[in-house]
Structures are given as C-alpha cells and as structure tokens.
C-alpha cells in the first residue's frame, strides 16, 4: 500500500480536535466500530467454508429468517460497543427492543447512543453476493447517568454526531462521516488495517443508474411509476442503466462513486416501504448529504422526520441530488 494512505486510526487522531464534540469517546467509538468490522469481516468472508449459513432458526422482529450471520454480527458489534463503556445504549435492527448500558464508573457516564443495522442484505449471504453493516450515532438527550428511553433513539436524523456504513464487497470498506465530508478506508486483510483509499468521496449531481427493485412495479404509487418510464426513455442523456444489487450499501456505494439513485418506494405491498428510518435510512442520508448528495421520503428531507418508532419504515429515495429532485418532481404531479 503506498506510503501516502494513512490509516484509520491516523486520520481519527488527526481529525478528532476538528470535531465539535471533541471529547475523544466519539473516536473509541470509531474504532470500537472499526474493531468489530473487521472481526465481521473474517466472518463473512468465510461463511461458505464452516457450517455458518443457513437460518439460525429464530425469526427478528421484522419476520425475517435470521441468517446465522446476522446473529453473528449482531452479537460482534453489541459486545464490542459494549465492553469499551462509550456508549449508553445500543438499538439493532435485530433486537426487538433497545439495550441499556449503565456505566460502572460513576465518573466516566456514557452520552453516545448507537444505532445499528449489523448485516444489511443479509439474504444474498448463501448467494455470496455484498452485504454490509450500518450505523448511527447521536448523542443522548436524556441526563448522563440515568438509564437511556426510548426518547434518546427517536431522534431525528439531522442529530446525528457520526454515521457510516460497512461493506463486505470485492475488497471490505467502511465509509463515514462526522459531519465533515464523506471519506471511505479499503481494509487490507493481510495486515489488518484500514486505509484511507477514498478521501472526500461526493456524489456526482446527476447520474446514469437507476436501483430498484422493478419487480414490484404493478404496487408503485403512480408517479414513481411515472420516474421509472423517464428512466427507460430514449431521450437525451437516457435511457439510464439498471443496476439492483438487493443490498442497499452496495447499491449506494456504487451510485455515490459513479453517480444514480437508489429507491425503495411505499407500495400497496408495503405501505410505508421497507427500509427502516433509524438505522437504515437516516445513516445513509447523513451519508448522502454529507456527500452532496440528497436523500428523501418522496416528499422531503428523510433526516427532517420526527420518528415515532424504533422500527419504523419510510419511502426512501437517494442518491446524486438532480435524479432524487427529478422523482419528487414526478411523484408531486401525479398527487395533482
Ligand atoms: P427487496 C436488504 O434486506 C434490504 O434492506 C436492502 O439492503 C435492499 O436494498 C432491500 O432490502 C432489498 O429488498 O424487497 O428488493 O428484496
């Protein structure tokens, strides 16, 4: 790896006084993350060789068959954050409910709340296709030293301190922010360490690819219905590439670097969509405008929402700023 890559930890050290919050937990926090990742990782990588796959036989509380992996991951990131007493309390989406964590040391009392999705795509595991980790972080709003509520997690996105994402691809990376640009870190699995591969990743205005699952095209509100055909039009810069990978990080990761969008719509299958707002869509669109990018519930700011639950679902719509504008524009006509 060429001498100019910094690592992680370098650029957490090296970027900690420039963050408002600057009290050094936030980057334990990123490193307790980072650590987790890459024990996910040796994981993932090889899940096909140990009898690993397969249901766990449990079902989460979104009804979904729980991949051994997923409890695996899940089980990793909850331990490490954890056993490091950074954080207060700890929200997944494979728990049914929040964990809180009390500080044994009076002194040292624990104002981070994470958010996690540990295996996001975690059906194309047994087809080894890219799965990735999600994750949020705020800081609570509810007195240090008293057991975190349910308040601490329903926070809108725009509180988010840090938020990134994990991705168990061709090579693992992760990419986050703290509010100060986008920057991605390739892990070379022969030493273990991240590098800095990626600095100041933005997505390009507009794009070329479109991500969506057109197979429930019939359930579509009419006008994404309306944007989809825009799409497949022989005019100007189109008809645009369709690219659905079934797992929103890669899908994401892809537009950010090459320019697209990323929609998963409500339909009269699922009235409210199927990505959860916590810690599925608000991570990514801190991501996403963080990057220059913009990330919408078909209507407004996905990080605006006030929520409600912890598993609640929203539209979500995101990617290069003038494609996300271009499907509210045709999303709000067909509503006249
Ligand atoms: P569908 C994975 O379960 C996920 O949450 C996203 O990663 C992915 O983009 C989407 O759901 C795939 O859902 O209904 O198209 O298979």
Known sequence: MDKKHKTLGEFIIENQSSFQYSSGELSKLINAIRLAAKVVNHEVNKAGLIDILGAAGDTNIQGEDQQKLDVLANEKFIQTLKNREIVCGIASEEEDDFISINSQDEQHQNKYIVLIDPLDGSSNIDVNVSVGTIFSIYRRVTPVGTPVTIEDFLQPGDNQVAAGYIVYGTSTMLVYTTGDGVNGFTLNPAIGTFYLSHPNMQFPETGKIYSVNEGNYIHFPQGVKDYIKYCQQEEGDRPYTSRYIGSLVSDFH???????IYMYP??????????????????????AEQANGKASDGKGRIMELKPTELHQRVPFFCGSTKMVEKAEEFIANALK
Not at 254 to 260: A, Q, Y
Not at 267 to 287: D, Q, T, V
């Open 266 to 287: 409500k339909s009269s299958k699922a009235s409210e969509g199927k990505l959860r707002l916590l810690y599925e869509c608000n991570p990514m669109a801190f991501l």
């Open 254 to 260: 892809r537009n950010m670097i090459k320019g697209g």
